[in-house]
């Protein structure tokens, strides 16, 4: 199937590694020129030498400020003359229940995820109005179903899922589409991060499987970054060119909403 991706300029947030670099492979591979930032440079210098593709543009700059939003996307637009598609994956998780955390913590994992959507959106959109292009987030099934472990990010997803419905409706008229992939559990970095961070003696295969079945997953194993990569790139196509305000859920079976 082709994708009809060749050409187009699409801009992934977050990237320099896990799902934004699996979506970085997949984009490549379909022909669209990608823009990736990142806070991290060495990260983004090692991935620009590990994919030595002239359709790629790295650049630095935290999504979460609004001026370096700003600059992001003046990158992209620079160096390919053009926006059709914003992939929306930077961010980051802080676990612990609701009475656990601090309620500085709990605002800023709320306030983050919108931010890191909004102010990409915001500077995107007249470069994404001329194309009818399209944005792409993450969400989560806790969105719905919120788990007591990780209580603040439930609700920043669920904060979230009300943000894409509300933009896909407010943009639709300028037939600019935003979409979700709702992701559930993922061997990502991240994880390995969280399995070194969690103190047990378990070996990570192990720990991750313990995990599989203390969230019952249906499918009874965790996704690989690529195939929530798939999900996101498909929704970036011009193929779904009538599909907004959707999840395209990549979580084992459980559902978004």
């Known amino acids: 199937m082709d994708l009809e991706l060749g050409g187009r300029s699409i801009l992934v947030t977050g990237g320099s590694s896990g799902l934004g670099l699996a979506t970085t492979r997949l984009l490549l591979d379909e022909g669209a020129q990608v823009t990736i930032c990142g806070r991290d440079l060495d990260r983004l210098q090692s991935v620009a030498n590990q994919l030595a593709n002239d359709r790629l543009e790295t650049v630095a700059g935290n999504v979460l400020d609004p001026s370096q939003a700003a600059s992001v996307v003046k990158a992209a637009v620079d160096r390919f003359g053009r926006l059709d598609g914003v992939a929306a994956i930077a961010g980051k998780g802080q676990h612990g229940s609701l009475l656990e955390l601090d309620q500085g913590t709990i605002a800023a994992e709320i306030s983050g995820k919108i931010a890191g959507l909004l102010n990409v959106t915001k500077q995107a959109l007249p470069f994404l ?49 935003v979409n979700a992939v709702g992701v559930g559990l993922i061997d990502t970095p991240r994880q390995r991060a969280r399995h070194q961070a969690s103190g047990t003696d378990a070996d990570y295969a192990t720990w991750l499987q313990n995990e599989v079945e203390s969230r019952q997953v249906p499918l009874q194993r965790a996704a690989t970054p690529h195939e929530v990569a798939a999900a996101v790139v498909f929704l970036l196509s011009p193929s779904t060119g009538y599909t907004t305000g959707a999840v395209l859920d990549v979580t084992g079976g459980h559902r978004s909403r």
Do not use: Y
């Not at 001329?130 to 669920?158: H, W």
């Open 129 to 177: 109005t001329d194309s009818q292009g399209s944005v792409v987030a993450l969400t989560a099934p806790t969105a719905a179903g919120p788990i007591p472990k990780m209580g603040a990010i439930s609700a920043a997803r669920a904060a979230l899922d009300s943000v894409v419905s509300s933009l896909a409706l407010e943009l639709a008229p300028t037939r600019v589409r």
